[in-house]
C-alpha cells in the first residue's frame, strides 16, 4: 500500500504556530523592476508606476514561492493562513510574491485587487491584503477606505489611484501574466517553478521546499550566487514555463496583449495529466446511481451551499447520458465551514436518501441554493413528496451526522479540500468543470477496465483493485500521546470546573484565528450538556510581556491581556473576551510613534470595559498597578512547559489537539474521550 504518512496542515490547525508573522507587519519589498502592461487601452507604459509585484520574505531566500490569488476567493483566504505558516516555519529561505487573478465571478475580487495595488504604491500592499483576505464577506468600496485610514494610507493618495489607470492596467497585467502561466482558478503557486494548485495542506508546500533548499544549499556550494538562485532553480524545475516565470514575474517582460481570458486560451498550456490514484474508500451506504456494476466510478465530494458545485451538475448530467451503465456517479458530502448552511443541507439530503428520495432532494437543494435556512428545508422536503413528520424526527436526532463526518475524514485523506472535487477511479479532477474534462478521464479509464476485465478481474472488483494501492495522507491523531498537566485554579474557565473534560485553549487578543476559534469552542460547551468545560489561558505573542517571545509580534495583545485579567476580577472576562475578538483588528492603530497607538488603544479599552459593564476605573488601576503579571508569567510558563509556539494551541484533557478545530471533529473526539476510546 502506498501511504503518504505526512501531517495534514488543515486550516486552523495549521495556524497554530504563529500565523500571523512579523512579515506581515514589516514586509520586504523586492528590489523594482518595471511593470509595463499591454492592454491596447491602457496608458504608455512609461505612465504606469515601475514597481514590482509585492514581496515578503528575504530578497536573497533560497525558495521564492509566486501565489496567484483572488481578494474573494475563500480557499485563497485558507491558503493564506498556509502562507503565514510556512513564513514563520522559513524565516530565512522563503520569499513570497504576489500575483492578482481577480476571477470574473467574484465581482469584488477586481476592487480589491486595485485597492491593494494602490497600497502597494505607498509600501503597504501586505497590511491592505491582510485586512481583505480578514474581511472577505464585506468588501465594498467603504470599507476600501477604512481600511485605508485603518492601515495609514495617504488618502488623497489612495483615492487619486483608486482611479488611476495606470493602477487598474498594473492588476490587468497580473492578470495576463498569471493566465500566461496557465492558472485560470485561485489559488495557485509556483515554488522556485514547481506548480502547485488549491489550498493544498502545509505538508505539501513543505515536501517542495524541502526539497528546493536541498537543491539550493547544493547550487550554493557548486558557486551559484543567491542573487541567481531563484531564476537557475525554477528554470531548473520548470522547463516547459521557467523561463517564461523569470521574466513575466520577475524581469517586467510583457504578458500577451488583448483580454485576458482569451489570452489565457492561447497562451497556457494544457496542465500535465495527473494521472495520480488517490484511495478514495466507499462504505457502500453512499447514494449512487447509474451502472450497478459499472466499469467507471466516479465519487463527487460536494457542498449544498457551493455555487460551483451548483454549476457541475450539468457535467454530470452529461456523464450519464454519455455512458449510461457504464459509469456510476457516487455522492459524498463535503460541507465547507464558511458556509453555514451547507452542513443541515447535507443531513437533509440523507434523511431523504432515507425515505428513497435522495436524488429528488438532492436537484431541489441544487436549484433553490439560496434557500438552504434549516427552516426552509421541511418545505423542500415537502415538495419531493417526503413524509414531513419522519424528515423533521431525521433531522432533530441528526441521524446522519456520523456518515457526514466519515466523509469528511476521507475526503481529509485525499486532499477534497475544497469543492466540487471528482475522483474519477480515483483520479482527482477539481473544481466545476466541463464535459469534455470528464470525458477524457473516463475514456482513459474505460479502456483500462476492459483490460483488467480480459485480464481476469471480476466487473463487481474492478473500483477497489483500481483504488487499493491510492495515494492517501495520512492525517496526525487528533490528540497526542503525551499529557500536560495543567494548573486550572484561577484561569477564566466556561461550563463546570469539575466537568470530565477541559480544554486548555492559549490565545492571544491580537491573533485573527483565536478569534475564528472562539465561537467554535463556546459552541462545543454548550453543547455538551456539562461534561466540558474552556480554560483560558494568556499566550500574548508579544516581547513587550512575554519574555519567551524573541519580538513583538502582535503589538497590541499586550494591553488586551492586561484588561481582560482586570475584567476576570470583575467576573466579566468571557463578555470582554467576546468583545475584543469583536474588535481585534481596530482596536490599537496600525501607524504612529508606539506610545501614541498604546494610548489610542488603551481608550478602546476602555471602551469595551464599560461596555461589558465594567468598572473602568478600577480596571485601570488594577492595570496600572500591574497586578496581571503574576497570572501572565504562570500561563506563559506552562505554555512553555507545554511546548506552545503559536496561537490558538489547544488542549484536551492535556493532550495537544491536532485535528480540525470544527465543532463536528472536536465533539467527536470528546465523545471518543468520553467512551474511553482515546
Avoid at 449544498?304 to 456523464?319: I, M
Avoid at 419522519?390 to 476521507?410: G, L, Y
Wanted: some cysteine; hydrophobic content about 40%.
Amino acid at each position: 500500500m502506498k501511504k503518504d504518512t505526512a501531517i495534514i496542515a488543515i486550516i486552523a490547525v495549521a495556524v497554530l504556530a504563529f500565523a500571523a508573522g512579523t512579515m506581515l507587519n514589516k514586509p520586504q519589498q523586492a528590489p523594482a523592476t518595471a511593470v509595463a502592461p499591454a492592454e491596447v487601452k491602457a496608458p504608455a507604459p512609461a505612465a504606469v508606476a515601475a514597481q514590482a509585484n509585492p514581496a515578503q520574505g528575504p530578497a536573497d531566500a533560497k525558495v521564492t514561492i509566486i501565489e496567484i490569488s483572488d481578494f474573494q476567493c475563500p480557499f485563497c483566504s485558507k491558503a493564506k493562513a498556509t502562507l503565514d505558516e510556512l513564513m514563520k516555519d522559513y524565516p530565512k529561505d522563503v520569499r513570497v510574491v504576489f500575483v492578482n487573478q481577480p476571477l470574473p465571478f467574484h465581482p469584488n475580487a477586481r476592487p480589491s485587487a486595485i485597492a491593494s495595488w494602490a497600497a502597494h504604491k505607498q509600501g503597504k500592499f501586505w497590511p491592505m491584503y491582510d485586512k481583505l483576505f480578514s474581511n472577505q464577506r464585506d468588501l465594498n468600496d467603504a470599507n476600501y477606505q477604512k481600511w485605508a485610514q485603518e492601515i495609514g494610507l495617504d488618502m488623497a493618495k489612495f483615492n487619486a489611484d483608486l482611479k488611476d489607470p495606470a493602477v487598474a492596467a498594473a492588476v490587468d497585467r497580473d492578470q495576463r501574466v498569471a493566465n500566461a502561466l496557465g492558472v485560470r482558478g485561485t489559488p495557485g503557486f509556483f515554488i522556485n517553478g514547481v506548480n502547485l494548485s488549491g489550498a493544498q495542506p502545509k505538508e505539501e508546500f513543505k515536501k517542495i521546499i524541502d526539497e528546493q533548499i536541498k537543491k539550493a544549499n547544493d547550487a550554493l556550494a557548486a558557486g551559484t550566487k543567491a542573487a541567481d538562485l531563484n531564476e537557475k532553480l525554477t528554470k531548473d524545475a520548470n522547463p516547459a514555463l521557467g523561463a517564461q516565470i523569470i521574466g513575466l514575474v520577475f524581469k517586467g517582460d510583457q504578458p500577451p496583449a488583448g483580454d485576458p481570458a482569451q489570452a489565457a486560451d492561447k497562451q497556457r498550456k494544457p496542465p500535465e495529466d495527473d494521472k495520480t490514484v488517490w484511495k478514495v474508500e466507499l462504505t457502500g451506504d453512499e447514494p449512487r446511481k447509474g451502472g450497478k456494476e459499472p466499469l467507471v466510478t466516479v465519487v463527487e465530494f460536494t457542498d449544498f451551499q457551493c455555487p460551483f458545485c451548483g454549476k457541475a451538475r450539468g457535467s454530470l448530467d452529461e456523464v450519464e447520458k454519455n455512458y449510461g451503465d457504464k459509469v456510476q456517479i457516487v455522492f459524498k458530502n463535503r460541507p465547507l465551514d464558511f458556509h453555514k448552511n451547507a452542513m443541515p443541507a447535507a443531513e437533509a439530503a440523507l434523511c431523504a436518501k432515507d425515505q428513497g428520495k435522495f436524488w429528488e432532494m438532492e436537484k431541489r437543494l441544487f436549484d433553490n441554493q439560496g434557500e438552504l435556512d434549516p427552516e426552509k428545508l421541511p418545505g423542500h422536503a415537502k415538495e419531493v413528496g417526503l413524509d414531513v413528520a419522519k424528515f423533521d424526527k431525521c433531522m432533530s436526532e441528526h441521524k446522519f451526522k456520523d456518515a457526514i463526518a466519515k466523509d469528511m475524514a476521507t475526503a481529509d485523506k485525499i486532499t477534497a479540500t475544497g469543492t466540487p472535487a471528482f475522483y474519477i477511479m480515483g483520479r482527482k479532477l477539481g473544481g466545476a468543470r466541463p464535459f469534455d474534462d470528464f470525458k477524457k478521464i473516463i475514456d482513459e479509464e474505460l479502456t483500462k477496465a476492459e483490460d483488467k476485465l480480459k485480464a481476469g478481474t471480476a466487473k463487481k472488483d474492478l473500483y477497489a483493485v483500481t483504488i487499493k494501492d491510492g495515494k492517501e495522507i495520512i492525517p496526525p491523531p487528533p490528540l497526542d500521546t503525551k499529557v500536560t498537566e495543567f494548573d486550572y485554579n484561577g484561569s477564566p474557565t466556561l461550563g463546570p470546573r469539575d466537568a470530565k473534560v477541559k480544554i486548555v485553549e492559549f490565545k492571544d487578543f491580537q491573533c485573527p484565528f483565536c478569534a475564528k476559534v472562539n465561537p467554535t469552542l463556546k459552541q462545543v460547551q454548550k453543547e455538551s450538556n456539562g461534561k466540558v468545560a474552556v480554560v483560558f489561558k494568556h499566550y500574548p505573542l508579544s516581547s513587550q510581556c512575554n519574555k519567551k517571545m524573541p519580538r513583538d509580534m502582535h503589538p497590541a495583545a499586550c494591553l488586551a491581556h492586561y484588561w481582560s485579567i482586570a475584567a476576570e476580577e470583575q467576573g466579566k472576562f468571557w463578555e470582554f473576551e467576546d468583545i475584543v475578538y469583536q474588535n481585534f483588528s481596530q482596536m490599537m492603530p496600525q501607524e504612529g510613534e508606539m506610545d501614541a497607538r498604546l494610548k489610542a488603544q488603551t481608550e478602546n479599552l476602555k471602551k469595551y470595559a464599560k461596555d461589558v459593564g465594567m468598572d473602568v476605573a478600577k480596571a485601570e488601576a488594577f492595570v496600572n498597578a500591574k497586578k496581571y503579571e503574576a497570572k501572565l508569567n504562570k500561563d506563559v510558563d506552562e505554555a512553555t512547559a507545554a511546548g506552545v509556539r503559536g496561537t490558538p494551541s489547544l488542549f484536551i484533557n492535556g493532550r495537544q489537539y491536532n485535528a480540525a478545530p470544527r465543532p463536528d471533529k472536536m465533539q467527536q473526539v470528546i465523545q471518543q474521550l468520553l467512551d474511553g476510546k482515546l
